[in-house]
């Protein structure tokens, strides 16, 4: 079976992407995997070399795959095991590794030989190719052009019918729609999640929905503001919870519960 992964993201955190690449994994010993790229960038780039082959749009972009803790970017054993990785999934997907790393730190470098005549492009980790990709002063992003040029990627499509023709297949036939309604129904999810969440926050620490003179019925509504964000919180899992503002651990928000509960408990029995 064809799974085809239409890839358009800035990226994401780390943490989900290690969640995808077992995912991808356990995929690609079962199918074929296509990774059709409009934008690939940072962590949807690693997801993207999971797959075998790689298909470009033609604006399409792949790379900047600077990996952040906070507001600074890794360094030292933590980015070395980054790069590491990176690079492993790409040279078991059959990717150039040097090509892959070059995403991730200025001090990778690529450049590439284009094909000439029955020699094949050659990638390599430094300037020393006539095509240079990266220097020293950005991380790689690699376009539609170079990709296909350098052998990274296979061709070059803006449609499905393209696509499907350099996939060798006689049409663009779906088996199932499944991909695209979990695509659809999470983004769903995440906007509504956009709306509520904020709001609910704001309940939960009483800047929102308090009835100054009745204690006892602020409290419920903080109450019932921390199930419903706890909800969300196991609904959008620990990850997409920390993009939201929302603390990774829904211990914090259940402490707090627990404690707004032991108020109104001792305003009830204080009657």
């Not at 994994?25 to 070399?49: G, N, Y």
């Not at 082959?53 to 600074?72: D, N, P, R």
């Not at 983004?187 to 939960?204: G, S, W």
């Amino acid at each position: 079976q064809i799974i085809v992964f239409k890839v358009k993201s800035p990226g994401g955190l780390v943490l989900e992407a290690d969640l995808i690449h077992e995912t991808m994994m356990d995929l690609k010993s079962r199918h074929r995997l296509i990774a059709w790229i409009e934008e690939a960038i940072s962590a949807a780039a690693f997801t993207s070399l999971h797959c075998n082959e790689i298909y470009f749009m033609t604006k399409g972009a792949l790379g900047s795959a600077t990996m952040f803790a906070g507001q600074k970017a890794i360094e030292g054993e933590q980015l070395a095991a980054w790069v590491k990785k990176f690079g492993d999934v790409a040279a078991e997907s059959g990717h150039s590794r040097e090509l892959a790393e070059a995403m991730i730190t200025n001090s990778e470098l690529a450049s590439y030989d284009p094909a000439d005549g029955d020699t094949p492009p050659r990638i390599y980790g430094d300037l020393s190719g006539e095509i240079i990709l990266s220097r020293e002063t950005e991380n790689l992003t690699i376009n539609a052009t170079d990709a296909v040029a350098c052998g990274f990627a296979s061709g070059v499509a803006d449609t499905e019918e393209d696509l499907a023709e350099l996939l060798q297949l006689p049409r663009w036939y779906e088996t199932t729609d499944d991909g695209r309604l979990i695509h659809q129904r999470w983004h769903e999810t995440l906007k509504r999640a956009q709306r509520e969440v904020p709001e609910l926050l704001l309940r939960v620490q009483g800047a929102l929905g308090a009835d100054p003179g009745n204690n006892e019925i602020t409290l419920s509504r903080q109450i019932d503001a921390c199930n419903k964000v706890l909800n969300w919180m196991r609904r959008i899992g620990p990850h997409t919870s920390m993009m939201m503002g929302l603390p990774p651990d829904p211990e914090q928000i259940e402490q707090l519960r627990e404690q707004l509960r032991e108020r109104l408990r001792q305003i009830r029995n204080a009657r």
